[in-house]
């Protein structure tokens, strides 16, 4: 059974950080593509940043050189440090996995970033 579990959102301030993390279950991690995406209230989903099994990255032009994407493959976590928070970052933040042409997807957690 393939599970993703995000933690670590909540309040912020803007300028504040936050680090989400996600841990996964039931895959070959160390295989697997990994990603964070957000839906703000009332838009899409957007991907934010994505990181590869080789440890390749990209992020939405939104966020670099705010965010930094990791992964720790032997602890089956992926991770998203946000720095500099924008009330414009309010959205709930998914983890995604992608292995062997499937998608799986973490129920979310919420990052509010307001004075």
């Known amino acids: 059974q393939v599970q993703l579990v995000e933690s670590g959102g909540g309040l912020v301030q803007p300028g504040g950080s936050l680090r989400l993390s996600c841990v996964a279950s039931?895959?070959?991690?160390?295989?697997?593509?990994m990603s964070w995406y957000r839906q703000p209230p009332g838009k899409q989903r957007e991907l934010v940043a994505a990181?590869?099994?080789?440890?390749?990255?990209i992020y939405a032009d939104s966020v670099k050189g705010r965010f930094t994407i990791t992964r720790n493959n032997a602890k089956n976590t992926v991770y998203l440090q946000m720095n500099n928070l924008k009330p414009e970052d309010t959205a709930v933040y998914y983890c995604?996995?992608?292995?062997?042409?499937?998608?799986?997807w973490g129920k979310g957690t919420l990052v509010t970033v307001s004075s």
């Open positions: 990181i590869t099994s080789g440890g390749n990255t």
């Open positions: 995604k996995g992608g292995y062997d042409g499937m998608d799986y």
């Open positions: 039931g895959i070959i991690f160390s295989r697997t593509v």
